[in-house]
């Protein structure tokens, strides 16, 4: 393989480990036997275990902040359905065969200290998908987006923590119900008018579409 190719082969075979036993308990011998590296491979591309797991988490957000964003955009075309469809993401990932509950929250559980590289990779995704349901609920026209945002990411670490123990994608149903009762009692500004001239529209989506 090329040397890009066992850096992504290393990483998935991290992300995978650190799903299963934790990050503690992934220890170096285990990750390179199931790898199929030597010990020097390993280091040649990550010098420390924390530089492993800090690429690990890296790149898992970053695939997994991308995949929700083309099945939302896929799904839905209005902003407020996006909202809604986020859930419809979430359960699509609860009930993977290989879900063990937020490799996020994971890290920070075991990286307590809030000024731990660590903590601050995890806490850093959890901003970046916060941000994303501000985006929709801002193209929504929700008059108060940051406070239906923060709704929006409780119901779904709520549900993400239910299912862990659960195993099914039933509470994130119930979440999906319970945002679409407090979504309709937020006040949202009133539609464009009709008489909007052509060029704003696709000024809007491509706002949307970030």
């Known amino acids: 393989m090329r040397r890009s190719e066992i850096r992504g082969h290393l990483l998935d075979t991290a992300l995978r480990l650190f ?15 199931e790898a199929g590296v030597a010990k020097t491979t390993l280091y040649r591309h990550f010098e420390t275990k924390e530089e492993l797991i800090l690429a690990a988490l890296g790149r898992r957000d970053e695939e997994s902040r991308a995949k929700m ?13 996006r909202l809604l469809a986020t859930f419809d993401f979430l359960e699509a990932s609860v009930r993977d065969k ?8 994971s890290a920070a ?11 601050r990779a995890a806490l850093m995704h959890k901003r970046l998908v916060l941000a994303y349901f501000e985006e929709l609920a801002h193209a929504a026209r929700f008059a108060e987006p940051k406070c239906v945002a923060e709704t929006i990411n ?33 006040v949202r500004a009133p539609s464009e008018p009709q008489g909007r001239s052509a060029g704003t529209v696709p000024h809007a989506k491509t706002s949307n579409a970030g």
């Open 19 to 33: 799903n299963l036993h934790g990050y503690q308990a992934t220890g170096i011998d285990l990750l390179i036997a």
């Open 69 to 81: 964003r083309i099945f939302v955009e896929q799904r839905a075309d209005d902003p407020y359905e």
């Open 98 to 105: 290989q879900f063990r509950g937020c490799i996020f929250m």
């Open 109 to 119: 559980g075991e990286h307590k200290e809030a000024v731990d590289p660590v903590f």
């Open 154 to 186: 409780l119901l779904h670490e709520g549900a993400t923590a239910v299912a862990q123990m659960t195993r099914t994608g039933e509470p994130v149903r119930q979440s999906k119900r319970m945002a679409e009762n407090l979504l309709a009692q937020e």
